[in-house]
């Protein structure tokens, strides 16, 4: 028996009142918290965030977090990352050269530079399903969700990828590997079929 359903992990990235608020929309029961112990007993987990590749893998590891997701990874607890929380579970940033979470082989790279093309990625664009997942049941390929982000990330297991997005290249913007989930948008943000993506998670 798990302490509680949900895990949001507050680990000093921004973005954790819209993700509260759509948790709340969905009747999730869940907790906002760094506590490593409480993540540990969590039936599930949320990383959410806007922030620092180097920043926040800083206060993942001074917390002891970092372990602790691990473990919840490793035992086939259901694990969401959201944006910055979707880059940190590959193994490397180009982000002021941040070794990160490593629970899939890949990097993260930033945009490049190209005329025309606004750095951060920031504002509605589609994602384009490139095989039937769970994740999206119920959304339609080509809906639009809500991104802001300098850098994307390139898993180097390609069987991983659920969906892509184009913005100059295009990019993984959602990847999932047994109980880990990834998403570069903000699925919190994105409307409708944010809550119905976030509802098909808390479902599986």
Request: net charge negative; with cysteine; charged share 25%.
């Amino acid at each position: 028996m798990r302490d509680v359903d949900v895990v949001v992990v507050d680990y000093e990235a921004g973005n954790l009142r819209s993700v509260e608020t759509a948790l709340s929309a969905l009747g999730v029961r869940y907790v906002v918290s760094g506590d490593p112990e409480v993540v540990r007993r969590a039936g599930r987990v949320v990383v959410p965030g806007v922030g620092e590749a180097r920043a926040c893998m800083g206060v993942l590891r001074e917390r002891g977090l970092d372990e602790a997701l691990r473990e919840v990874v490793e035992r086939g607890g259901p694990f969401l990352g959201i944006c910055i929380g979707c880059q940190l579970v590959l193994e490397f940033s180009e982000e002021r050269e941040t070794d990160t979470l490593g629970f899939l082989r890949g990097r993260v790279v930033r945009f490049p530079s190209l005329p025309g093309l606004k750095v951060p990625h920031m504002g509605w664009n589609g994602v384009e399903q490139v095989k039937p997942h769970p994740l999206f049941e119920g959304i339609p390929s080509g809906a639009s969700f809500y991104f802001v982000h300098s850098y994307y990330p390139v898993p180097e297991e390609k069987e991983s990828i659920v969906a892509t997005t184009e913005y100059g290249v295009r990019f993984a913007s959602a990847f999932a590997k047994d109980n880990l989930f990834a998403v570069q948008f903000h699925p919190e943000k994105s409307g409708p079929y944010g809550l119905r993506l976030l509802e098909n998670f808390f479902s599986l």
